[in-house]
């Protein structure tokens, strides 16, 4: 299967302290991959140097065939993200959030309308579109990043703990609809997680430990290799060789 | 990336920009209240001051509404401009900056487009306290409101870079009362805004010189010589060379990805 995320011996400190070690992996193409990790373990600074918010000390980043260092424009218009933060701005309704997302992506007003009425009625949120960010609630604020997310029709989707702060039924609402998805659009979806039940155990997972992959393959095969009973005993098996 | 890209990026951003202004109309209004106050209140208690005074560019005796107009719209840049660099920290800590930084358009490209943004509000906030200071009889020849437009956008242009590089260094939404105390009632203060330079050089020599060296001083001379349908061929001088270092000090030197993450690295990366 084609490769849609290929790392190769990434390393990065910030001052002193090395957050990543030497990591090499790759995410295959129309995969939903998650990345397991404690807090700590180094996956925000991943997640910052493959949205380029920051720049890796060495190594290298391909996506989709685009070299992240030699060609950002290419390999970044590759990627949809919703960040752990909220980065919604408050004061703009839902379509206008969407339509400042489409214009700093370079996409045209008339093929904005088009594809944000798209995403927002396949989220139920066509009819909200005037809504002010500020009066929806925490679950629908983060549809609406998803979809703002998926407006420029991205290859790759990254999602950093793209479940926290939410409710339980709104994060089984977000998880089955980024896994559709994977079917519908073919869209390969890296997620990023320290809460392992957000996982099925067919899914591929790379385990992530004080900045090094500590493992990577299917999870039930991961839990199986460690001898833990299930995904929560591997993270906690985890936590303490990390501690 | 196509040509028409960064048109869309362009008018996207100062669309942003229009529709934040004018959602947040308490700010637009709050913007002209309070260089009309200056004017209403502080030129009327100092009407005299300029008795007798002949300022070469009026020609003749000017009242003291007329010759604070420019100075006043200068406050006008000036505060839009940091209020502006006030939101790029609060994006930043919010988090919506590193939307705008995963666009796959150079970055240096997306923060001249939010410079202009930036100089486009404070047109839109000028134009309407001049139309204000018109019903106080600040009546400046109806040409000098056009030719003052490219005056004032370079104005706009070279506060919008310094409030850029400013919110660049500042950590926190907090630090910023400290910017308006140290740099931005400094930079009115030690101008000819509120009066002629010709009264600090009678006085006290070290204000004087920093006034001189205020590049604030040059944004509003030009302005004013603008207005009134002159060229100030000096201020024009250390307006573009302002315009170019800061600028280009605010486009390249803004790095807000490093500010950001290398800040919190520390505390569990």
């Known amino acids: ?243 | 990336m196509k040509n028409s890209a960064y048109l869309f990026c362009f008018s996207g951003v100062l669309k942003r920009e229009l529709q934040r202004s004018l959602q947040q109309r308490t700010r637009f209004i709050s913007a002209l209240v309070r260089p009309l106050l200056w004017l209403a209140v502080f030129a009327a208690g100092f009407r005299g001051t300029l008795e007798g005074m002949v300022i070469p560019l009026y020609g003749s005796p000017v009242d003291y509404e007329v010759y604070i107009t420019p100075g006043l719209v200068g406050m006008i840049i000036l505060f839009n401009s940091m209020q502006s660099s006030l939101s790029m920290v609060y994006d930043r800590e919010m988090g919506s900056m590193r939307v705008l930084l995963t666009s796959p358009l150079p970055r240096s490209y997306l923060l001249f487009c939010k410079l202009f943004a930036i100089a486009l509000t404070s047109l839109l906030q000028v134009y309407a306290f001049l139309a204000v200071a018109f019903l106080f009889d600040v009546a400046p020849p109806p040409l000098g409101y056009l030719t003052a437009l490219p005056a004032i956008l370079m104005g706009a242009f070279i506060l919008g870079a310094l409030g850029l590089l400013l919110a660049s260094l500042i950590e926190q939404l907090e630090n910023f009362a400290g910017v308006m105390n140290f740099v931005v009632f400094p930079l009115f203060f030690l101008s000819p805004a509120l009066y002629p330079l010709t009264f600090m050089q009678d006085g006290n020599t070290w204000v004087y010189w920093a006034c001189v060296i205020n590049p604030f001083t040059y944004v509003v001379e030009l302005i004013r010589h603008a207005l009134y349908l002159d060229l100030n061929t000096p201020a024009l001088l250390v307006n573009l060379a302002a315009f170019t270092v800061l600028t280009n000090a605010a486009v390249l030197g803004f790095d807000p990805a490093r500010r950001m993450l290398n800040n919190r690295a520390p505390k569990g990366r």
Not at chain 1, 55 to 82: E, I, K, M, W, Y
Not at chain 1, 114 to 119: G, K, L, S, W, Y
Request: proline fraction near 2%.
């Open chain 1, 1 to 243: 299967m084609p490769v849609a995320v290929n790392i190769q011996a990434l390393s990065h400190s910030f001052a002193d302290r090395k957050v990543l070690r030497n990591v090499s992996l790759t995410v295959e193409q129309g995969m939903f991959v998650g990345l397991l990790g404690a807090n700590g373990a180094g996956k925000t600074t991943l997640f910052s140097i493959l949205t380029r918010l920051i720049c890796n000390s060495s190594g290298n980043v391909v996506l989709f065939g685009h070299d992240l260092q030699r060609s950002p424009a290419d390999a970044l218009a590759t990627l949809g993200v919703v960040f752990q933060q909220p980065t919604l701005d408050l004061d703009l309704s839902v379509l206008q959030n969407l339509q400042y997302h489409g214009a700093i992506q370079g996409m045209s007003p008339t093929d904005v309308q088009a594809r944000a009425q798209e995403e927002l009625e396949r989220l139920q949120l066509w009819d909200r579109r005037h809504e002010r960010i500020r009066w929806l609630n925490g679950g629908h604020r983060r549809r609406v990043e998803i979809a703002r997310a998926l407006l420029h029709q991205p290859q790759l989707l990254l999602l950093d703990e793209a479940t926290s702060s939410l409710d339980l039924e709104s994060r089984i609402q977000l998880i089955g609809h980024i896994r559709s998805l994977i079917k519908t659009e073919g869209l390969t979806v890296l997620w990023t997680t320290h809460v392992a039940e957000e996982l099925e155990t067919d899914d591929q997972v790379i385990l992530l430990n004080r900045g090094e992959v500590h493992a990577q393959g299917k999870l039930s095969d991961l839990i199986t290799a460690a001898g833990a009973s299930d995904a929560n005993h591997l993270m906690l098996n985890l936590s303490k060789s990390g501690s």
